[in-house]
């Protein structure tokens, strides 16, 4: 099995290579991955400037492409660099929870997704920070068990999975899987107005993500109360539910 | 009616100054957008370092708020910098076509989808490139036209449109309006794989991507028949049809 391991926070992220060494027992793993850290970079691409790449040797763990572009970059170049299509996309561990309105944003559910959309079986992981140092290990051997067991249950080409494993503080295992739809209520944003040396106006984001929801059956609900989460991710965008309101309206052209 | 304008192309791009030009009929409209060209940054959001503004004259015809960030950034900092809640969110009007595989990585449609997300009515507008120079003045035009029609057919608070205009070279008018699904059929991915003076291997995209695809009731197929494409899209990303599947494993936590 050939195996294409990416990320959002770049090649030489703990979460990464921890992942990388328990995948290694799955199957022939090629990173390629950012070479800087690309989190909230969503599904950007690089279209107009150079993809500057470099083989880097990561700890004693594994030799990787670094490339100096988005995650979805690294998904679209591995496709020229590995030896053959790979069977299986995994990006993560990624440092933080991918749930709610975080699925827009990450870099690491965005890399998936590109697999996806290329025909590739992919699946996101990301782990839950919480108040103690994260055991990215311990996350690599739990995604393991549940690559294998989503590979045995039969993830297709072109399906993607965002999975999220709770913070794990020691002796707290998680309560179990459920999966859980993407809660959609939108975030309170805060900024910091401030003014630079030069008088000059700024803002700054002060907003601090926690896993608050009121929607009891969403991915942000099973994760603050200490599941793993599974969520199916689609790359159509279209509301399918809407298309007949519009379909009933009778469009003028003339301006 | 308070409106938001912002883009991708920065807040100097003709499509967004013709927009404007036509939108101040309709509301008070304020322009907050990326000071920079933005195109294929997707959904990306800035959290760590800070966001630049800078109040700017653009030619003739307003003064906005040019933001050195996303044009995701630009709609969240708009709630913060508006007099008052926008009634109707607009961007663009974009220097190319947002259909199929790029509206994942449209930062014109991340910009709608972000405001969609905030609980505003949102539209994006985008403009097909063809041979001739682009006619931003009567793409603005029709811009309006449809942006009246929809309002009057009634956009929801959270609700997002993106709408696909054909290239219209002189004396074609656009053949009708067909409501349409995203094509999420892949695009096949060129590179071309170059050395840099040092010897360093990088890769540049030489994709060109045409209208072109197999599947008749696409947003791709109909705005290639020379037809104005409007396309609901919805920001929850879950795949609601493979939930029982997954939902159906007896899943193990033991590593």
């Not at 990215?136 to 590979?151: D, K, T």
Request: aromatic share 6%; charged share 15%.
């Amino acid at each position: 099995m050939q195996i294409l391991l990416t990320n959002d926070d770049g090649i030489t992220a703990p979460g990464l290579v921890a992942m990388y060494r328990r995948l290694a027992e799955l199957g022939e793993t090629h990173v390629v991955a950012p070479a800087t850290v690309q989190s909230a970079t969503s599904h950007g691409i690089t279209l107009t400037t150079p993809l500057l790449t470099s083989r880097v040797k990561v700890d004693d763990a594994f030799t990787g492409t670094s490339v100096e572009g988005r995650p979805a970059d690294c998904v679209k170049l591995a496709m020229q660099i590995m030896p053959k299509k790979p069977d299986l996309v995994i990006s993560g561990i990624n440092s933080g929870a991918n749930v709610g309105i975080n699925v827009l944003y990450s870099g690491t559910i965005a890399a998936a997704i590109e697999a996806a959309f290329l025909g590739l079986p992919a699946i996101a992981i990301s782990l839950h920070m919480g108040n103690h140092p994260p055991n990215y290990p311990a996350a690599a051997n739990l995604a393991l068990s549940l690559i294998r067991q989503i590979h045995a249950a039969g993830l297709n080409p072109g399906q993607v999975l965002s999975v999220n494993l709770p913070a794990m503080p020691p002796g707290v295992p998680p309560k179990g899987v459920k999966i859980a739809r993407q809660c959609t209520r939108p975030w309170p944003d805060s900024y910091e107005r401030r003014t630079d040396p030069r008088g000059r106006e700024y803002f700054w984001v002060s907003t601090v993500f926690s896993l608050w929801t009121i929607d009891p059956d969403t991915d942000v609900a099973a994760l603050s109360e200490g599941f793993v989460t599974i969520t199916p991710l689609e790359f159509d965008l279209t509301n399918h539910r809407q298309m007949s309101h519009w379909r009933d309206v009778d469009w003028k052209l003339e301006p």
